[in-house]
């Protein structure tokens, strides 16, 4: 299973979001050297959703009864 995606703020490329804070990651372009240089938006809290997901439609009434499995 794959980690959610978000914007990231600094650099804005397309980051995991791994326990509320973005994952470690590059600068977008290419190294002129051969460091390992994190973008000062890695491990930053990541903003929460607008809106959590749901499970369940809240409009759309219960049905009564067991449903077909299949």
Do not use: Y
Not at 10 to 27: K, L, N, S, T
Not at 53 to 70: I, M, Y
């Amino acid at each position: 299973m794959s980690s959610p995606r978000r914007t990231c703020p600094v650099c804005a490329r397309e980051i995991a979001v791994v326990g509320g804070r973005f994952a470690r990651h590059d600068p977008p372009g290419r190294r002129s050297s051969f460091e390992l240089i994190s973008c000062p938006g890695s491990r930053k809290s990541a903003p929460l959703l607008s809106t959590a997901p749901r499970l369940f439609d809240p409009d759309e009434p219960p049905t009564p009864g067991q449903q077909q499995l299949f």
